[in-house]
Every structure is written in C-alpha cells, then in structure tokens.
C-alpha cells in the first residue's frame, strides 16, 4: 500500500512570507496528525485531526499555524507569517482510528528553512 | 510535568556489539510505549510498542525493548548491531492519546 505522502520535501522562505505544507494520508486512515521536528528535539504535536474534525490542537500557534483537513483525507498545514524559530521538518502521520494501539504512520516530511 | 527523557544525545557502538538505547517518562499511570527509528531524510518508522502484558517486547530488525514500571523505563536493546542500523531513535509515549516524543538518541556504528 502507499504510505503517507507530503510535498514539498523541502521548502525555504524568509521570515514573514507564507507558506503551505499538502499531506496525503494512507487511504482509510480516519486520524491525521501533523507534527513539528525542530533540529535536535524529537517531534511535537502541533494538530491532530479524526476525519475532518480537529481533535486536539492545544499545541498549535493559533496566530501563525493553521490547518484543515477538507473532505477528512488530504490535508494542509499553513504558517503565516513564518518567524525564523519555525525552521523545522514538519511531519504528518496518519492511522487508523484514533488510539495509541494503533500505529501511526509517517510521511518523510517536509523541512522548512526560514531565513 | 509530564516528559520522556532520552539521556544518551549520542551513542557509538562498533558492529557486531551490543546495544542499549535508554529511556525513561514521567506519568501518573503506565502509558503506552513506543520506540521509532529515523533514517536520514525519511520519515519514523514503529519498532515496537508496549500497551500491556509481557514486559518484554520484541520489534522489528532484532529489536526488543523491555518495560520496568518501578523505574519508569523502557530501555531498547539489541544483541548484535548491524551498520544498517545507524539512525536516530525515538522513545515515544501515549498518555490519552497525547503522544510525547523524547529528544533522540542518535546511533552511530563504527565498522
């Protein structure tokens, strides 16, 4: 089966400009998620949605980051205006309902550098 | 506050050795546990999980990891590395669906 894809895979911006982040989850996957890897942490839960719903996005910068999920299948990640501190890969994963005893799937994703 | 800690930034084992990648958290109740590996420009993928039962879980690629709830920790081990195995590791728990990253313990192998 495909896994989770994302595009771009690479990404650089200066600060201030805008940018936009496509996810494509494994088909049938209900939960997508979308995390943030900065250089040297492990990654952080920015969003995580069950269908088209957001589920939990306490982690999300509201005043910057926004996300959607349109139709419960792709979704895209957005950063307006990007600061430099959100240089980072951002991953998306996906499963299949939404519990921890099942796997999440992830994408390569997608570094962003912000200059 | 709850937290997965990883106290190894950096490892390097010679090929063929033994491995133990350490991890430990902090909640009030047994999460669920995770171990993932990061290849260079891919994205994590599961070793193995802990939900409950058998402390001592087996992974993919040689891989097991054991849960020891009195010291809150769920060390990975693995008997003989292989140079494939360079990656960065991430412990990872599940505490009501609010899943924590550690920060990576970053496995090189010397040939």
């Known amino acids: 089966e495909a896994g989770v894809a994302q595009s771009p895979r690479y990404k650089i911006i200066e600060k201030r400009q805008s940018v936009a982040f496509w996810c494509n989850p494994i088909?049938?996957?209900?939960?997508l998620y979308w995390y943030q890897q900065i250089l040297g942490q492990g990654p952080k839960l920015l969003i995580q949605?069950?269908?088209?719903?957001?589920?939990?996005d306490s982690q999300l910068p509201k005043d910057r980051f926004s996300a959607e999920r349109l139709k419960g299948v792709d979704s895209t990640l957005k950063i307006q205006p990007a600061k430099l501190e959100d240089s980072a890969v951002y991953l998306c994963?996906?499963?299949?309902?939404?519990?921890?005893?099942?796997?999440?799937?992830f994408g390569p994703g997608t570094r962003l550098t912000v200059t | 506050a709850q937290s997965v800690t990883q106290p190894d930034i950096h490892i390097t084992v010679s090929e063929g050795a033994s491995l133990e990648l350490r991890c430990n958290y902090s909640?009030?109740?047994?999460?669920?546990l995770f171990w993932y590996v990061q290849s260079p420009g891919q994205g994590l993928q599961l070793l193995l999980k802990?939900?409950?039962?058998?402390?001592l879980v087996q992974g993919i690629k040689g891989f097991e990891a054991e849960f020891k709830r009195s010291q809150s920790s769920f060390n990975l081990r693995k008997p003989s590395v292989h140079w494939s195995d360079a990656a960065e590791y991430f412990c990872?728990?599940?505490?009501?669906?609010?899943?924590?990253f550690g920060a990576g313990t970053r496995l090189t192998v010397k040939p």
């Open positions: 990872a728990v599940d505490n009501n669906n609010d899943m924590r």
């Open positions: 909640y009030g109740a047994t999460p669920y």
């Open positions: 994963a996906s499963s299949f309902p939404r519990a921890a005893s099942y796997e999440q799937y």
């Open positions: 949605f069950q269908n088209n719903g957001v589920v939990d």
């Open positions: 802990y939900f409950s039962g058998d402390t």
């Open positions: 088909s049938g996957h209900a939960t």
